[in-house]
């Protein structure tokens, strides 16, 4: 029984390792690829910080009153020159109402003095009247002429006072505070609201000494958000702020972002790579290509018969998946990016392509 159990299993074993013997040494083995390419290679820096509003402001009131509404809320979009809360405007009106009162007044007298002037002038030259009547009458016109141009000043005044008992944004923005409510007293210079600009964001970053010198104002910098993992924001380095912390030894360097969607918020965290010095030629391949042994660093490169061979590189800068490398690779060398650690030299190879988003 137990003989008869074993024998064909023996017989299945001895049957595979025929099929094993009989496969061909050079069978080709599955593997991806993709071929290097040149391009402007730059060092790039990892930092991270905060994202910060270009526009931010504490509005205040700038005349004293009691708040009767207050139309903008906390989280509520705005644009600019809305209405963001009203102050009690019965005083101011009244005020306006008097100084146009009498300002019409004076105007009237001022009318009438310039008759009375007129006609003094003309006694006057016909020798009819004496010349300190025809000077009270021309102080007369001067002391009319000065009242009416004070009373329309108080009534521009007042006029402004009324304008400002409507508080408005002053930029397109969203409101992230409420400073008071309906019924309070605000005094002149008192917060209202709290406003930032989110549509117009960027990102605070402090740069060590030691890359002073490669910064460029301009250039492109990749941002992701720790939020967000989803979004990725080309950047712009917006300012380079020519001052070092005297402790930390770093810059502060901004970089614009842009925020259409206005998924980003104002306080997030994002980090940025950051271009340093200029753009030099060089050719690069993914960073999956690369195999390391020791010290050693090398490439398998695919060759018009669909072997490999290895190729000793020396890496340089890194930008994104891809990195820039030095050896006996060109553009357009098809280089292994999967597949590559069980291959030996001059193995056969069954290639398909695997493409990487251009840096």
Known sequence: MK???????????VAGAAVLSAQPPDMAMPVSYTEAISGDVRELLELTGSVESLSSSVVAASISGVVVELR????????????????????????????????????ARLKLAEGRRDRAQG?????????????????????????VAQLRADVARFRDELDRTVIRAPFDGAVVREHTAVGEWVSAGDPVVELVDVGDLEVTLEVPESFYGGLLVGADAEVSIAALPDLRIRGKVRSVVPRADPQARTFPVKVAIPNEEKRVGVGMLARVKLPIGTA???????????????????????DDEDHVQPVDVTTGRGQGVWIAVEGDVAAGTRVVTQGNERLRPGARVDPKLKEFARP
Request: charged share 30%.
């Open 280 to 302: 030099a030629p060089g050719i690069l391949v993914p960073k999956d290509a690369l195999v390391t042994d020791g010290k050693r660093r090398f490439i398998f490169v695919i």
């Open 123 to 147: 006694l006057w030259d016909e020798r009819v009247i004496s010349r300190q009547e025809l000077d009270d009458a021309l102080t007369e016109v001067e002391a009319g002429a000065g009242r």
């Open 72 to 107: 903008a809320r906390d989280g509520q979009a705005v644009r600019r020159g809305a209405v963001l809360a009203r102050l009690r405007p019965d005083t101011f009106e009244l005020q306006l109402r008097s100084a146009e009162g009498q300002l019409a007044e004076a105007e």
């Open 3 to 13: 003989l008869s159990a074993i024998t064909p299993l023996a017989g299945i074993l």
